[in-house]
Nanobody, 116 residues
Framework: VQLQASGGGLVQTGGSLRLSCTAS????????MGWYRQAAGKQRDLVGR????????NYGDSVKGRFIMSRDNAENTLYLQMNSLKPEDTGVYYC??????????WGQGTLVTVSS
């Protein structure tokens, strides 16, 4: 599975951005697709995860109620709509796929900067 993430950029506090992650390759092997972010000097944390089997989603506590994931099946794309952005949302956002066999794939990351 190959992943291509895009949509990052600079936004002011309170603004919105939408990230995209398009998967190619063995799409039928995907168990879940999700977003993680890593701020400078910190560990990579879960933003949200989308489970292909039943369409369920879970979100990290810090983004609940502000971020929404959606999926375009035809385009094999997972979107992350980020609203009410805060400076602490700044970081590199990575797309991750977990296959049905447990393999993990990471995209290249896209930088989101929220100015105060």
């Amino acid at each position: 599975v190959q992943l291509q993430a895009s949509g990052g950029g600079l936004v002011q506090t309170g603004g919105s951005l939408r990230l995209s992650c398009t998967a190619s390759g063995s799409i039928s092997s995907i168990y879940s697709m999700g977003w993680y972010r890593q701020a400078a000097g910190k560990q990579r944390d879960l933003v949200g995860r989308f489970f292909f089997g039943d369409g369920s989603r879970n979100y990290g506590d810090s983004v609940k109620g502000r971020f929404i994931m959606s999926r375009d099946n035809a385009e094999n794309t997972l979107y992350l709509q980020m609203n009410s952005l805060k400076p602490e949302d700044t970081g590199v956002y990575y797309c991750r796929v977990v296959s049905k066999t447990g393999r993990t794939y990471w995209g290249q990351g896209t930088l989101v900067t929220v100015s105060s």
